[in-house]
Nanobody, 122 residues
Framework: QVQLVESGGGTVQPGGSLRLSCAAS????????MGWYRQVPGNQRELLAS???????NYADSVKGRFTISRHNSKNIAYLQMKSLKPEDTAVYYC????????????????WGQGTQVTVSS
């Protein structure tokens, strides 16, 4: 009923920049929170950045000062602007939205994007 589609991944040189997008569609009443995660094979999925419905943001220490999360509420889109990329940023990046569905159910449900590969290499 809700789909999250990610785009913007690819290969970039160290020090470069990349912007990821995550667009939600479906039976959405509201999006209460948005987050970006990444995962390397064999590792735990890591929360990088989040933004609340009020616009408050939080960042992991590993990306603080380099990555910026933002949102376009009317379009149900989250962005992750990544700058000063390092080889250790190489991972699959996932978006995660907390969604209230249309109808009488007022609970928030988590939905995940399909993942997009980011590779930082010279």
């Amino acid at each position: 009923q809700v789909q999250l589609v990610e785009s913007g991944g690819g290969t970039v040189q160290p020090g470069g920049s990349l912007r990821l997008s995550c667009a939600a569609s479906g039976s959405i009443f509201s999006i209460n929170y948005m987050g970006w995660y990444r995962q390397v094979p064999g590792n735990q999925r890591e929360l990088l950045a989040s933004i609340t419905a009020t616009g408050s943001t939080n960042y992991a220490d590993s990306v603080k000062g380099r990555f910026t999360i933002s949102r376009h509420n009317s379009k149900n889109i989250a962005y992750l602007q990544m700058k000063s990329l390092k080889p250790e940023d190489t991972a699959v990046y996932y978006c995660n939205f907390g969604v209230r569905l249309t109808g009488w159910d007022t609970k928030t449900y988590d939905y995940w994007g399909q993942g997009t590969q980011v590779t930082v290499s010279s």
